[in-house]
């Protein structure tokens, strides 16, 4: 979706500070852009400032520095009606004195829509999220998920052009929410609305979004596709918090082009991909991602750097498998298999070769 939209900016961070008391930044430097009909993700651990950056969007707080634009114009000379914002929040609840349609009917009424243009639009909205049967009802005679989809409809009954959506899924149990995650990003999709996500939750970023948008400390760590997130990430934080990760602790012993040398505090010698180390003596940290290492000898390519590894857990998940090893010196190395026919099964005490190729070994910081 984000490839065919047009390049023309429509929500702008451009070098946004954010500080409740005057002292402490919570938002740092933050610059974003994104074009019309993109599904972006705020993703972040607790209080890395997603929420902030999405309230200064709505309009409900300020930025102290910077400047946050909609459309091209900036925010804080838009007035509140105008924005066409629609929010979902986890704890937004409905109005429990109303029915369901009434709660769908109010931003309309609020936007001085006539009676039979409400009627038909809270029809329409309702059958989109296949809540149309249950109109008459109040909330407190819904589920959870069906509340939280009465609330998506809302945010989406007078059309607005750019939806933010925080943590809408928070309450909801794994099977519901992943039903869920699925037809927001159908909905936002097919309707080319604009829409700004946040969760805390790395599947779901992963799943939904056409980028994300990695939070820790007040700033983006990295802003990418979550492919490119998974495969590239640029520095230790993006690595951690994205996926399972292994790492070996390291010094950089030298830097060619596209690769570089590290010797691992074990004294093992790999070559890895530099990717945020800059000189020769700099600790390190080598990423490797565990289904991207191989303990089959038959399928180890020749190239591959080779280690020896001991076997300390095994645990079969079905379709894949998930072995827990000994490799120069971390004890919580893990490497994910495939459940093929012919795939080995590790067993504790075993001692094994694995191997990896220097590309898909990067160099992060320490
Ligand atoms: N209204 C507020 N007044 C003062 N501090 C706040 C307020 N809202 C959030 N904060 C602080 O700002 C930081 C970022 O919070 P928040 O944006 O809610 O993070 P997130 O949504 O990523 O969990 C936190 O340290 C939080 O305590
Ligand atoms: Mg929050």
Redesign the pocket.
């Given at each position: 979706m984000a490839n065919d939209a047009s390049n023309d900016a429509f929500v702008e961070f451009e070098r946004v500070q954010k500080s409740?008391?005057g002292e402490t930044l919570?938002?740092k430097d933050l610059n974003l852009t994104m074009p019309k009909g993109e599904f972006l993700t705020m993703l972040?651990?607790?209080?890395?400032?997603?929420?902030?950056?999405l309230?200064m969007l709505a309009g409900f707080?300020h930025a102290t520095h910077g400047d946050i634009r909609l459309g091209g114009e900036s925010i804080n000379g838009i007035p509140p009606h105008k924005r066409g914002i629609g929010m979902v929040f986890q704890n937004y609840a409905l109005f429990p004195h109303m029915t369901i349609a009434e709660n769908l009917a109010f931003p309309l009424e609020v936007r001085k829509l006539g009676k039979s243009t409400r009627e038909e639009k809270v029809m329409r909205a309702l059958d989109m999220v296949e809540m149309g049967d249950f109109g008459g009802r109040r909330p407190a005679q819904l589920s959870g998920g069906q509340q939280q989809r009465v609330a998506l409809a809302r945010a989406l009954v007078f059309e607005p052009e750019l939806v933010l959506m925080?943590e809408p899924l928070g309450a909801l149990d794994k099977q519901l929410r992943e039903k869920m995650q699925f037809e927001i990003t159908h909905l936002a999709h097919r309707l080319g609305i604009t829409t700004v996500y946040?969760t805390?939750d790395q599947t779901e970023a992963l799943t939904m979004s056409d980028r994300v948008a990695v939070?820790d400390d007040?700033r983006i760590q990295q802003l990418a596709p979550p492919d490119q997130l998974y495969e590239s990430p640029e520095n230790s934080f993006v690595a951690q918090f994205i996926g399972e990760n292994n790492t070996l602790e390291g010094v950089v012993k030298e830097i060619k082009g596209k690769t570089c040398v590290v010797q691992l505090d074990d004294g093992e010698v790999l070559d890895a991909v530099p990717v945020n180390v800059s000189e020769v003596g700099e600790r390190t940290r080598v990423s490797i991602r565990p289904e991207r290492v191989e303990y089959n000898t038959d399928r180890l390519d020749p190239d591959a750097h080779t280690l020896n590894a001991e076997v300390l857990e095994f645990i079969y998940m079905g379709d894949i498998f998930r072995t827990r090893l000994r490799v120069a010196g971390n004890e919580d190395f893990v490497i994910k298999t495939r459940n093929a026919p012919d795939q080995v099964r590790l067993k504790p005490g075993q001692q094994i070769k694995i191997g990896w190729m220097a590309e898909d070994c990067r160099a992060l910081d320490a």
């Open positions: 409740y008391d919570v938002v972040g651990p607790s209080g890395s400032g997603k929420t902030t950056c309230m707080e925080d946040v805390h939070f007040g």
